[in-house]
């Protein structure tokens, strides 16, 4: 269906076929679209030749041919500054302080949905298209609402939300009504053949070969004496207090690891908990990991109404990018956190992760895990 329409359109081009399959159904759709890539990894932290990432300059490289090839312009946005202090830093910080951080999260939130929305408008664009697998509505008031994908094997709503109503009317998710299959097939009969067989990237974009304890000792030289203090070994400890082995440094380590622990055990031992205070690991058995309750800080409510009857809705949790939706009762608490308390004890729930509200396939919100 062609649009006749002046409405510009900018799409956030990472070189991948979600995006650049974005940007040639909208061009189809008879708006006028630009093509935008984002600048946010600078040589000291450049992936090394070969690794996927979805912000490497060989990305912008693919995205740009991309845009000349369907006849639209294409611009890159400097953001590397903003980005080593909004992401990277905090990845740094977080895993020192004990955490395991999602910065998917946060670069969609700061990076996207704020930064370069604003940069778009100076370029003359109204709205920003990305590739993300997930769908925007509106119902007859006028009120917003993210929704999971149509493929639900590559839903991606868990990390958008922390969108808002204002984020949602100038955003547009041309994938999100998709499988897969037919993305790939709409990029090959477009001529796109090398980047439609491109692999869906799934590590951080921004850690050289994986490398995360090397990445975290290079980038926390900044930090504060206390967390530098938790670059140093430690030691682990059952739950009794007991001294059972000695750990490499907190941040290589998560809630549920259970390889790499250095420690023999008639049975298999998970890391329960990260006391970032005394640099210390904490394991037990897989029950020891199992809980049906967790707290979660900065809730944002896309629907802002829904903060008021969210203890009267029927609702699921996702407590990590891949996990299911686990069924769950949910209620704000005094201090503006929100309790969830599940049907059945779900394990792993980790703190630095985030945990996504859902009623069916609309996002409530989500925040993060304390």
Known sequence: ????????????????????????????????????????????????????????????????????????????????????????????????????PNPCILCNCLMKFDLLLKRIKELGAVSLATGHYARITRNKEGKYFLLKSKDLSKDQSYVLYNLTQENLKEIMFPVGNLNKTQTRKIADDAGFGGISGKKDSVEICFVPDKDYSGFIKKFSENLPDAQLNNLNKGLIKNLKGETIGEHNGIFNYTVGQRKKLGISSKSPLYVVKISAEDNEIIVGDLEDCLSDTLTVKDFNFINPEDKNRLDKMTTAAKIRYSSPGYKCKASVSQDGSVKIVFDAKVKFITPGQSAVLYSGNKVIGGGVIV
């Open 1 to 100: 269906m062609l649009i006749k329409s002046n409405k510009t359109v900018a799409v956030a081009m990472s070189g991948g076929v979600d995006s650049s399959v974005s940007a040639i159904i909208l061009k189809n759709r008879g708006y006028s679209v630009i093509g935008v890539s984002m600048h946010l990894i600078s040589k000291d932290i450049n992936a090394s030749a070969g690794l996927k990432t979805c912000c490497s300059t060989e990305d912008i490289i693919d995205a740009k041919r991309v845009c000349v090839k369907i006849g639209i312009p294409h611009f890159v946005i400097n953001l590397e500054n903003e980005f080593k202090t909004a992401v990277i830093d905090r990845f740094v910080s977080e895993y020192l302080g004990g955490k395991t």
